[in-house]
Structures are given as structure tokens and as C-alpha cells.
């Protein structure tokens, strides 16, 4: 069965200081690997795709990156309204379905 | 705003009840998703359709049940409510069903609420 851990479950930051977030994934032919990002009683929006290991893609602030078993969101100086969960999601075999794990829920401080 | 919209986007019912939540995709995607997100469980896939087949099924309870119309619109039927069924009810749609990667979008939710 797929399977997808995100750690930390909590992240509290001070604004400015940089870090990541780990998403580890066990699944059966990997489609891609989607970070979603979730506002309180919001629905998930979309971030990234990744497709093979070693790949990396950049949106302002935030940098997510691929191996064969997981992948990492890195935050650079992050500002308050980089404040959300971070949903990690896998995408394999021969289905369409998403499979997520719990998320990590971050905290920026002024 | 992704383009998914789903009504309403609050309710509250009562046990043994049943309710109908509706989702209309992007314009241009074929396939609905939905899914359930409670605060023990995470997200959670229940059912997908393509151009109103049904495509798979996940967690989905046989209390529930959803369809797919012509015009692309779909619903979850959730009947014989109990407590345990307050959540987030998310509907989501994709271009198509085997794309690789295809970008799954994410509507704003159904928030139910069951007393």
C-alpha cells in the first residue's frame, strides 16, 4: 500500500529563518509527487509537481526537491503569510487518486 | 481560486439525515474527484469519475454514494448521517484520468456538520 510520512507534524519559525520540510513516500511505480498548501478551512493549493529523482522546482520563497524516497520542501527567509499546512501527495501506479499524508503545520513569526 | 466550485459551503443536519453536496470541475476537466479530510485522518480519497463513469473507489462508505453528469457536474450523496461523518468534503477535478501527473485542483470544500 502507498504511503506517505510528512515531519515535523509542527513547525514554528521565526521570520526569516529558513528551513525544510521532510516528505518521505513508499509507492509502486511513482507518477509524481505533489506539494499542496492548506489555509485553515481552506481547500489544498496546488504548489508542485515532481516527477523523477533529482528534480527541482522554485516558486518565490519556497523550493521543492526529489529523490527515490522523498522529497523536501525547502522555506527561504519565510515571511508571516508563508503561514499553512504543507500537504505532501503521491501519485502511482496506474492511478489517478492522490494519496496525502498528514501534512506539516507552519508557523511564522513576526 | 481554482475553478472547482462546491455548494453549500456549510451545513448542519441531523443524525440519520442525508445530504447532497455538488461539485462542478474546471471547465475543460473530465475527471471529479472526492475526498473526505477529518482532523484525525487527513485527506482521504472516497471516489473518482471520468466523463461520468465511475474510475475508482477508495475509503468510501456504503452510505455514501456519488454520480457524475453529463454536463461534467457531480454529487456525494451522504445518507443515514452519523456524528462521525463531520468533516471536510473536498471536490476536485483533473483534465483527464491517466495522464501522468496530471495537476489535481482542489475546490474550497463542504463544511458538514452533523448533530
Known amino acids: 500500500e502507498d504511503q506517505v510520512t510528512q515531519s515535523p507534524e509542527a513547525l514554528r519559525l521565526q521570520e526569516g529563518e529558513s528551513s525544510s520540510l521532510n516528505c518521505s513516500y513508499t509507492v509502486s511505480g511513482l507518477r509524481g509527487l505533489f506539494w499542496y498548501r492548506q489555509d485553515p478551512g481552506k481547500g489544498p493549493e496546488f504548489l508542485f509537481t515532481?516527477?523523477?529523482a533529482g528534480e527541482e522546482k522554485e516558486k518565490e520563497r519556497l523550493k521543492a526537491t526529489l529523490t527515490k524516497k522523498e522529497s523536501f520542501l525547502h522555506i527561504t527567509a519565510p515571511k508571516p503569510e508563508d503561514s499553512a499546512t504543507y500537504l505532501c501527495a503521491v501519485q502511482a501506479g496506474g492511478a489517478q487518486k492522490l494519496v496525502f499524508g498528514q501534512g506539516t503545520r507552519l508557523t511564522i513569526n513576526p | 481560486d481554482s475553478g472547482v466550485t462546491q455548494t453549500p459551503k456549510h451545513l448542519i443536519t441531523a443524525t440519520g439525515q442525508r445530504v447532497t453536496l455538488r461539485c462542478s470541475p474546471r471547465s475543460g476537466d473530465l475527471s471529479v474527484y472526492w475526498y473526505q479530510q477529518s482532523l484525525d485522518q487527513g485527506l482521504q480519497f472516497l471516489i473518482q469519475y471520468y466523463n461520468g463513469e465511475e474510475r475508482a473507489k477508495g475509503n468510501i462508505l456504503e452510505r455514501f454514494s456519488a454520480q457524475q453528469f453529463p454536463d461534467l457536474h457531480s454529487e456525494l450523496n451522504l445518507s443515514s448521517l452519523e456524528l462521525g461523518d463531520s468533516a471536510l468534503y473536498f471536490c476536485a477535478s483533473s483534465v483527464d484520468d491517466m495522464g501522468t501527473g496530471n495537476t489535481i485542483y482542489f475546490g474550497e470544500g463542504s463544511w458538514l456538520t452533523v448533530v
Open positions: 515532481l516527477y523523477s
